[in-house]
C-alpha cells in the first residue's frame, strides 16, 4: 500500500511539474511520452525540425529534472 500511495505521489508531482513548462516544451513531452510519438512525427506536427524537437525535449527533461529534485529537496527540509 505504501508503495501505491508514493507512485500515486510522484505522478501528481511529475504532473504538476508539466503544467508549470513552457506550452512548446509540454507539447513536445507530451507528444513524446504520453502519444508514443517519433521525433520526426512531432516535427512535422509542429512545423519544425527534428533537431528543434530533441532540443526542446532535452531542455524539458532536464527542467522538470530540476523542478522535481527541488520539490523533492524542500520536502525533506520542510519534513513534508
Not at 505522478?11 to 513548462?21: F, K, N, P, S, T
Not at 512531432?42 to 532540443?55: D, N, P, T
Request: charged share 30%; glycine share 2%.
Amino acid at each position: 500500500y505504501q508503495d501505491y500511495i508514493k507512485l500515486r505521489e510522484d505522478r501528481i508531482m511529475l504532473q504538476e511539474a508539466i503544467d508549470l513548462l513552457d506550452e512548446p516544451l509540454k507539447a513536445v513531452v507530451k507528444m513524446t511520452f504520453f502519444e508514443d510519438m517519433s521525433q520526426n512525427q512531432i516535427a512535422k506536427e509542429l512545423g519544425i525540425s527534428q533537431m528543434q524537437v530533441s532540443r526542446r525535449l532535452r531542455k524539458a527533461l532536464k527542467e522538470l529534472f530540476d523542478m522535481i529534485a527541488l520539490k523533492k529537496t524542500f520536502s525533506k527540509v520542510s519534513g513534508s
